[in-house]
């Protein structure tokens, strides 16, 4: 099946009341009979189906649409992004493992959960400056895990995950991908020797800004230590976000498409606006990963960012008069939504570690929605940078 099949068809249906419903109901109950356990089903292989701590046949069939999508052997569903980051390093890492990021290149919550797990003996390994290379340069034996974002946040550097996975393997390291921003629409780390996948499936494969979820995808059977993890904590997504989460999921290639097609008119436009300084943007040739961009990714995304010309002053003015645009976090839902990334989601790193990042006080993160026609976002952009 095609990736668009996939997102609509893919998974397994726990339907078997005789009622015919075509939708997976949702399984609102906290447990399960349990009379005759050899006789209960069980969803991940591990324990039969008692309680939805553990397991849960709504968020079992979005579950293992995603693993198709990603191309993993089995899939666990999250209460939130940073749930899916938490648990699965619960699982990998252990007193005196090492973990090589690129932090000035991933999601800032990230960076600060792996700074707190030095406490408990786990060591952290920084790439500076950002980008492939300096990942792989910094490779050496002991380091455990290496965490990188195939298409970082906000500045949307592609990783050359083919390549990292290769010098991962050298020294015997596990590669986790956060694949959130590129969605498996964009690529499929899995496909290209990742070992893990993570989304913050509150972004864009439920879509519509109404959910807080995650998900660990796994290309092995090491997927099954990872469920434990996710027992213990408690970690699990709930049935109804499940729900809505799959419902998100049956349009994501639709939706991504034209994220793209919006996304790269408003990129051209602000390429040519005598008021923006630069414009960030996978598909355009002057962004400095372009050529792994073309040859790794099907689909360059909805987000596009720019610095204004000016200061923070001139930056503050944009995003306090867009009127269409929603000044807010986050991104990948229908509705276009601008960030300022140094008040808001970098707000709590330095102002130099800011700066060495590329994270500038005039740069802003564009959410570019689905709103049709694309020129009634660009016209809300134009008159907003008149107040620049």
């Known amino acids: 099946m095609g990736k668009g099949t996939k997102s609509v068809r893919g998974g397994i249906r726990h339907v078997n009341d005789g009622i015919g419903s075509i939708i997976e109901p949702i399984y609102q109950t906290s447990l399960f009979d349990y009379r005759e ?34 191309h993993g052997v089995d899939a666990l569903g999250t209460s939130s992004g940073m749930a899916a980051i938490t648990t699965l390093m619960m699982a990998l890492l252990s007193r005196d493992s090492t973990v090589l990021m690129p932090p000035l290149d991933v999601y800032g919550s990230t960076l600060v959960l792996m700074e707190r797990l030095g406490r408990f003996g786990v060591k952290t ?54 694949n959130t921003l590129a969605t498996p629409m964009g690529i499929t780390p899995i496909s290209h020797g990742a070992d893990f996948v993570i989304h913050s499936a509150t972004k864009y494969l439920s879509g519509h800004n109404d959910v807080v979820a995650g998900f660990i995808i796994g290309s092995d059977d090491r997927i099954k230590g990872v469920w434990e993890w996710r027992r213990f904590l408690g970690t699990i997504m709930e ?41 960030y943007y996978p598909c355009l040739d002057s962004h400095e990963t372009y050529e792994i961009a073309k040859k790794l990714l099907s689909n360059c995304g909805g987000i596009v960012s720019f610095e204004v010309k000016g200061g923070l002053r001139e930056a503050m003015a944009v995003y306090k008069h867009v009127k269409m645009i929603i000044p807010s976090v986050s991104f990948g839902g229908t509705e276009s939504i601008i960030t300022h990334p140094a008040s808001t989601t970098h707000a709590h790193w330095s102002p130099e570690d800011r700066a060495r990042a590329g994270i500038k006080d005039n740069l802003l993160r564009l959410s570019v929605g689905l709103e049709d026609p694309p020129e009634d976002i660009i016209n809300d952009l134009s008159q907003a940078l008149s107040y620049a």
């Open 37 to 70: 356990p050899e006789q209960r089903p069980s969803l991940h292989g591990i324990v039969p189906l008692k309680y939805s701590r553990e397991d849960n046949p709504t968020v079992h069939a979005v579950e293992s649409k995603m693993a198709e999508l990603e």
């Open 125 to 178: 390994v920084i790439t500076d400056p950002p980008g492939t290379n300096n990942v792989i340069n910094s490779l050496r034996n002991g380091i455990n895990v290496v965490f990188i974002e195939s298409v970082s946040n906000p500045l949307l550097r592609v990783y050359d995950i083919p390549k990292i996975v290769r010098a991962s393997r050298e020294v015997g390291a596990v590669v986790v991908v956060d």
């Open 239 to 279: 049935p109804f976000t499940a729900f809505l989460v799959d419902r998100g999921l049956k349009t994501l290639h639709i939706r991504m498409r034209t994220h793209e097609e919006n996304a790269k008119a408003v990129a051209e436009f602000l390429m040519d606006h005598p008021k923006v300084e630069k414009v």
